[in-house]
C-alpha cells in the first residue's frame, strides 16, 4: 500500500486531498496545525498529527516518526491571503508591515521549515514526489494586473525556494521530483470573497481540485523538478 503525507489538513483543498487518497487505498498522514476534524476521525486509513511547525526540534521528530511509513507524494497546501481588515492590496499605500508579515509567515515560511526538515528523507526516497501548492498570481512573468502586494511576493519568493531546492535534491536524488503547483480557484475560504468575479465554469470544488492535483502528482517525472505548474500539469512562467 501507497502512503501520501498531506501538511496543511485542515485548509479545503488539504482535506479533500486526504479524503481523495484515502478513497484511492493510501495509508494517509495530514500534518495540522489544528486538532483532527469530526471527520477525520475513526479513519483507519489515516493518521492526523497537530505539530507546531516553530519548534524545529518537535517538527523534526515528529517527521522522523512518520517518514518511516515512507511516503512516496507529499503535498504542502500551506496558504494565506485575507483575514479580517487585512484584505489584498490594491496599491502599494496599502501594504502594511502586518499583512507583509503574515503573507511571508504563511505561504514562504511554513513550506521553507517543513522542506527543511523533509530534505534528509528526501535525498534518499526513490521516486519520491513533492508537490507545493502557490499560485499563478506568483508568477512574474505573467503579471499584468498588478495589486495583491504581499500574496504576489510570497508566492513568488515560494516559487524560487521550490526552483532552488529542486537544485539541491537533484544532485542527491535523480529519481526525485519536487514542483509548485497552481491548484485553480477553488471553493474555500481563502477565495470566498473573490468567487463573485470567477466565471462559474472556473470555480472548482475542493473535491474537483484534489483529484486534478493527485492527476498531476501522478504524470509527474524527475525531469519537471523545479518547474511552476498549473492545475492541468502544463508549465507556468516563472
Known amino acids: 500500500m501507497s502512503d501520501a503525507l498531506i501538511v496543511g489538513g485542515s485548509g479545503a483543498i488539504g482535506s479533500a486531498l486526504i479524503q481523495h487518497y484515502g478513497a484511492l487505498g493510501y495509508g494517509v498522514t495530514a500534518l495540522s496545525r489544528k486538532a483532527a476534524p469530526p471527520w477525520a476521525q475513526g479513519q483507519g486509513w489515516l493518521h492526523w498529527q497537530s505539530v507546531d511547525e516553530q519548534d524545529s526540534a518537535s517538527l523534526n521528530a515528529v517527521l522522523a516518526q512518520i517518514l ?16 479580517d481588515a487585512m484584505v489584498p492590496e490594491k496599491a502599494i499605500s496599502q501594504l502594511s508591515d502586518e499583512h507583509f508579515q503574515q503573507s511571508l509567515a504563511v505561504n514562504l515560511l511554513s513550506p521553507a521549515r517543513y522542506l527543511q526538515a523533509l530534505m534528509p528523507y528526501l535525498f534518499r526516497q526513490p521516486e519520491v514526489k513533492v508537490l507545493v501548492l502557490s499560485a499563478k498570481v506568483g508568477s512574474i512573468t505573467d503579471n499584468q494586473l498588478g495589486g495583491w502586494y504581499s500574496y504576489r511576493a510570497s508566492k513568488a519568493a515560494l516559487n524560487m525556494l521550490v526552483k532552488t531546492a529542486s537544485i539541491e535534491l537533484k544532485r542527491r536524488n535523480k529519481t526525485a521530483t519536487i514542483v509548485t503547483v497552481h491548484p485553480g480557484t477553488t471553493a474555500s475560504e481563502l477565495s470566498a470573497p473573490f468567487q463573485a468575479r470567477v466565471p462559474a465554469a472556473q470555480l472548482q470544488s475542493p473535491d474537483s481540485t484534489a483529484k486534478r492535483l493527485a492527476q498531476v502528482a501522478a504524470r509527474l517525472q524527475p525531469e519537471q523538478t523545479g518547474l511552476l505548474l498549473n492545475w492541468d500539469g502544463q508549465p507556468l512562467p516563472f
Open 68 to 83: 518511516a511509513k515512507t511516503p512516496d507524494v507529499v503535498f504542502l497546501c500551506q496558504g494565506w491571503l485575507h483575514q
